[in-house]
């Protein structure tokens, strides 16, 4: 069982930046692929960036450029850095941890951290 904790969220101004974190329990996080998603209102929970057990990344187009998934296996931590923000990109961000092959599964969830960039 691993449980998720996302922090940093919150308002900024269009072309800021912000850094989420999410803290993980349990001693397995290292096996975990672990990813970033995103909700907007009215919208459908979409990919935002994931990094695998070897630290390899991948980013939707939205996020390519300008957002930088991390982890920290010693933290049981995943970061996700987010520069030149755009009103678009407001939404409820959440961490997640799963494995499996690409298209990976997310078996655990974080509660959310909202992202509001204002214009």
């Known amino acids: 069982q691993v449980q998720l904790v996302e922090s940093g969220g919150g308002l900024v101004q269009a072309g800021g930046s912000l850094r989420l974190s999410c803290a993980a329990s349990g001693r397995t996080f290292r096996m975990y692929v672990l990813g970033w998603f995103r909700q907007a209102p009215g919208k459908e929970r979409e990919s935002v960036a994931h990094?695998?057990?070897?630290?390899?990344?991948s980013y939707a187009d939205s996020a390519k450029g300008r957002f930088t998934i991390s982890r920290d296996n010693a933290k049981n931590s995943v970061y996700l850095y987010m520069n030149s923000l755009k009103p678009e990109d407001t939404a409820v961000y959440y961490c997640?941890?799963?494995?499996?092959?690409?298209?990976?599964?997310?078996?655990?969830w974080g509660q959310g951290t909202q992202v509001t960039v204002s214009s």
């Open positions: 997640a941890a799963g494995g499996g092959n690409y298209p990976y599964q997310y078996y655990y």
């Open positions: 990094i695998t057990q070897s630290g390899s990344t």
